[in-house]
């Protein structure tokens, strides 16, 4: 394999929705064939997913009960290169921050601090907020109300994820994960998920590179993409490394990975998952 992206819309997401992974792969794969590197490539695949508001990520991001979108972003390479950004607010793509956090003394930038050097950096205040993410909060705020809240703390089965991530390898054989979210649905404020969290929702390395989806919670206990990588390690295909990962759950839980080796790709989730894979 010369060259190779993986794109997936989240655990849960339709897999009628595949154009949208479909056009994120199309993204990254033209700026592969140009030369670019992988880091570029996941994370321009990443931001195309953002962009689109029918994906739980940047533009479209479920809201918190508090009514605001709190977003989670990150990008990782093979060459121990990474930048996360958590809590952020009113920012058009957050996994674009997290690519600028990379080329910055610091490798985590969180909440209004993450906020503040977003605008430093050219990205304008935008909000996030979608007619579908408000009526989204507003059905659930009810079911709050009522008292059909899920059972805490592990009952998931009604909880709303779908986060957007991709993997990509280079020409030069570089490899590199990128992800992006606005958490899950129900959620408190002050909440963080995997994305946020190198080694559990993306890890990349010089054997390759992973991302993970579905409920943070589940997905941070495990190190789900550092423990996948080291699947991957140890000699298993890329596909083997993500199906091993999912079978660590139950199927209730709602879990997705993809996954990318020199050799080959790995698509595997315990539920519905649209995505994408694009390799020559
Ligand atoms: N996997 C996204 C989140 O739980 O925040």
């Known amino acids: 394999m010369k060259r190779g992206v993986v794109v997936h819309g989240g655990a849960g997401s339709p897999r009628n929705l595949s154009d949208g992974p479909a056009n994120a792969a199309t993204a990254a794969m033209n700026l592969l064939r140009k030369g670019g590197r992988?880091?570029?490539?996941?994370?321009?695949?990443?931001?195309?997913?953002?962009?689109?508001?029918?994906?739980?990520?940047?533009?479209?991001?479920?809201?918190r009960l508090d009514g605001n979108a709190y977003m989670d972003a990150a990008v990782m390479d093979s060459e121990?290169?990474?930048?996360?950004?958590?809590?952020?607010?009113?920012?058009?793509?957050?996994?674009?921050?997290?690519?600028?956090?990379?080329?910055?003394?610091?490798?985590?930038l969180a909440a209004d601090g993450a906020v503040d050097f977003a605008r430093e950096n050219g990205f304008d205040d935008y909000d996030p907020r979608t007619p579908k993410s408000r009526k989204r909060l507003e059905k659930g705020?009810?079911?709050?109300?009522?008292?059909?809240?899920?059972?805490?703390?592990?009952?998931?089965?009604?909880?709303?994820?779908?986060?957007?991530?991709?993997?990509?390898?280079?020409g030069m054989g570089r490899f590199a994960a990128a992800g992006s979210t606005g958490?899950?649905?129900?959620?408190?404020?002050?909440?963080?998920?995997?994305?946020?969290?190198?080694?559990?929702?993306?890890f990349a390395g010089p054997e390759g590179a992973v991302a993970a989806t579905g409920i943070g919670?589940?997905?941070?206990?495990?190190?789900?993409?550092?423990?996948?990588?080291?699947?991957?390690?140890?000699?298993?295909s890329a596909q083997e490394a993500a199906d091993k990962g999912v079978s660590l759950y139950d199927r209730s839980v709602s879990i997705g990975i993809i996954s990318i080796n020199s050799v080959g790709v790995g698509i595997a989730s315990t539920t519905d998952m649209a995505s994408h894979q694009l390799t020559e």
């Open 38 to 63: 992988a880091v570029d490539a996941s994370a321009e695949a990443t931001r195309v997913m953002e962009d689109d508001d029918r994906f739980n990520a940047g533009t479209g991001s479920v809201l």
């Open 80 to 108: 121990e290169n990474c930048g996360v950004v958590a809590y952020l607010t009113r920012t058009k793509n957050p996994v674009l921050v997290a690519r600028k956090v990379m080329e910055s003394p610091h490798v985590f």
């Open 141 to 170: 705020s009810d079911d709050f109300r009522k008292g059909s809240r899920p059972e805490w703390p592990r009952n998931w089965k009604n909880y709303k994820v779908d986060t957007v991530g991709a993997v990509a390898m280079d």
């Open 183 to 202: 958490g899950t649905f129900p959620a408190l404020k002050g909440r963080v998920g995997d994305i946020a969290m190198i080694g559990c929702g993306i």
């Open 217 to 236: 919670e589940e997905i941070i206990r495990k190190v789900l993409s550092k423990t996948v990588y080291d699947y991957m390690c140890n000699g298993l």
